[in-house]
């Protein structure tokens, strides 16, 4: 079944994260992370920031920390898990992120494509994230669908 163009522009509802140190170091400690602005509250502040460092991917993890019964990507476009795969993510900083901080997501679908004839279609959704309102980040990721007609 393919992903109907309807559900570009479809906007997520916005949700609110603390960041908190602990998550910081435990995701730090297990994507080994080796700079220790990551993980160390003295090293993070000898090296100029006011509190530990969020890592670069970690905004992927709290953006997917909806609010259960939210709207997500997946029943948007109507599609059976089985046949998802995560296609790619991209990360633009406009400002560091620390722990203490809170940060608000707005995600929307900004953009459905098919490659090989339709055997494969990819879901684009754009994240904002802000900080008392201003951007400090934004998100792109996309899934990939895989056509079960197109299999062979």
Known sequence: MAVSHDVIGTEFPAH?????????????????QSDPVYSDLEAAKAAGHRDLLVPPTFL????????PGSLNLLDVIKVDIRVVLHGEQGFTYHEPIHAGDQLTFTSKITDVFSKKGGALEFVVR???VTRDGDL??????SLVVRSLKGAK
């Open 60 to 67: 992927f993890c709290l953006e997917g920390e909806r609010p």
């Open 16 to 32: 609110t994260v603390d960041v908190e140190r602990g998550r910081l170091r435990f995701f730090a400690k297990a994507t080994g």
């Open 126 to 128: 754009r994240t904002e």
């Open 136 to 141: 400090v980040a934004e998100l792109v990721n």
